[in-house]
């Protein structure tokens, strides 16, 4: 079963405009990454975040992570066309094989101009 | 610009064909994944390699094996190719740092 659970599965927003996805993972994890799958490609690493960490910044991307909740949220600010892409969460859960990551389905976003 | 290379974009196999397909890193990790992706389920984990000639299992491991004879190359294998193995497969590969580098992918079409 997938570790990682995207919210919403699609999306749909104006240039400009803020994307927010959820992740819920159900078992313990070491980090949580955010990665982006352009149209049928290969995924992009965007962030990391330890599990002793609360919020992350990488440019337009902003990542939080609960593990109270056992959730992250991906936030990008001041979308653009560029971002229409799919996000996948992933976990490295703390009884896995070091590495060894579980992805979501992915959060598919459609930027529109 | 380092990178993971995957042999094909696009593969059409016949069922019961054998088939290979080869990623190639060049930045030296360790670690390798292979990776398949289908609608609405994610990526899913065939097998993992720590090491060269080390192979351990991941999620789906059935109907395929893999080879690691060289810390560059991890090759996935369809022992006897099914249509239920149509997919997208995807190599990656990671170092110290945890983010794992994706290659493009090879969309394998069993027919």
């Known amino acids: 079963s997938q570790q990682g659970e995207e919210d919403p599965q699609a999306l749909s927003i104006q240039e400009g405009e803020n994307a927010t996805m959820n992740c819920s993972y159900k078992?313990?994890?070491?980090?949580l990454q955010w990665y982006r799958q352009n149209s049928g490609r290969g995924l992009v690493h965007l962030i990391l975040?330890?599990?002793?960490?609360r919020e992350k910044h990488s440019g337009r991307l902003r990542v939080t992570l609960d593990t109270s909740k056992k959730s992250s949220s991906l936030l990008i600010t001041a979308s653009r066309a560029a971002d229409t892409a799919s996000y996948f969460c992933?976990?490295?859960?703390?009884?896995?094989?070091?590495?060894?990551?579980?992805f979501g389905a992915g959060t598919q976003v459609v930027v529109t101009p | 610009d380092v990178k993971v290379t995957q042999s094909s974009r696009y593969l059409v196999k016949r069922t019961g064909e054998k088939v290979f397909l080869e990623c190639v890193q060049d930045?030296?990790?360790?670690?390798m994944f292979w990776y398949r992706q289908d609608p609405g389920l994610g990526l899913r984990l065939i097998y993992f390699?720590?090491?060269?000639?080390?192979?351990e299992k991941g999620d789906i491991p059935e109907g395929y094996s893999v080879s690691r004879e060289k810390k560059e190359r991890f090759s996935l294998i369809l022992e006897s190719a099914s249509t239920n193995q149509t997919s997208m497969y995807l190599c990656?590969?990671?170092?110290?740092?945890?983010?794992?580098?994706f290659g493009s992918g090879t969309r394998l079409t069993v027919v």
């Open positions: 992933a976990t490295d859960r703390a009884t896995d094989s070091w590495g060894k990551l579980q």
């Open positions: 990656a590969s990671t170092g110290t740092n945890y983010g794992y580098t």
């Open positions: 390699s720590y090491d060269v000639k080390m192979k």
């Open positions: 078992t313990s994890i070491n980090n």
């Open positions: 975040i330890r599990s002793n960490e």
């Open positions: 930045m030296d990790h360790e670690n």
